[in-house]
């Protein structure tokens, strides 16, 4: 099955430095990537996904890249503010099934 | 609209209980999963249903069952509850096969 690894486990920043994440995954038929974050005893939530057909997605401070012949793909985060500090998951979709792996998780802290 | 909801939010079960967590959604998602979440180990995927009575196992589904008779209901069982089972679970529904996935606020299992 999907195996997701995720780099690096926590991350010190900054207020306003960037901020990158990256992940790798096995299954090479893997078709959609998103990314959520969870907070302090809150539900994981959606911030950004990709499909397997682009190669970059934009939305605001928070960028994806995917990179589909070395299966990895990465989240950045512009201008890092302290709300941004959460745990982030990337996850990835296999393609021959509907199951969402996820990695591991990345503790984002972002010191004012 | 309520999004996904579950309950209930904190349980302590002895070891040997059973009892079922309860999962509903009411955007009409073909898609539900049921996940853990352990310190260090991201979201495990406990089992998935791709529909009104479709069912498969995840990655770690020894210990639970599950059912789907109606699109809105998802629940899980614990069928002799064991201390490894001490996590936090989550109950997704999606609109997409893995895509989009929405998150209960999640329940708090804690087996003495």
């Known amino acids: 099955g999907e195996n997701v690894e995720q780099h690096p486990s926590t991350l010190s920043v900054q207020e306003g430095d960037s901020a990158v994440i990256k992940c790798t995954y096995s299954d090479s038929a893997s078709n959609y990537f998103p990314w959520y974050k969870q907070e302090l005893g809150k539900r994981p939530q959606l911030i950004i996904d990709?499909?397997?057909?682009?190669g970059e997605k934009k939305d605001q401070r928070i960028a994806v890249t995917l990179n589909k012949t070395a299966k990895h793909f990465s989240l950045h985060i512009t201008e890092t503010q302290p709300e941004d500090s959460a745990v982030y998951f990337c996850?990835?979709?296999?393609?021959?099934?509907?199951?969402?792996?996820f990695g591991k998780g990345t503790l984002l802290t972002v010191n004012p | 609209n309520a999004g996904v909801t579950q309950t209930p939010k904190f349980q302590v079960l002895k070891t040997g209980q059973s009892m079922t967590l309860q999962c509903a959604q009411d955007?009409?998602?073909?898609?539900m999963s049921w996940y853990r979440q352990d310190p260090g180990m991201g979201l495990r995927l406990i089992h998935y249903s791709v529909g009104a009575g479709i069912t498969d196992q995840g990655e770690v589904p020894n210990g639970y069952n599950v059912s789907r008779s109606t699109t809105e209901d998802f629940p899980l069982r614990l069928l002799s509850a064991a201390p490894s089972q001490t996590s936090v679970y989550f109950c997704?529904?999606?609109?997409?096969?893995?895509?989009?996935?929405?998150f209960g606020s999640g329940t708090r299992l804690t087996v003495v």
């Open positions: 997704a529904s999606s609109r997409e096969a893995g895509r989009g996935y929405t």
């Open positions: 955007m009409n998602h073909e898609y």
């Open positions: 996850a990835a979709v296999g393609g021959s099934n509907y199951k969402l792996t």
């Open positions: 990709i499909r397997s057909n682009v």
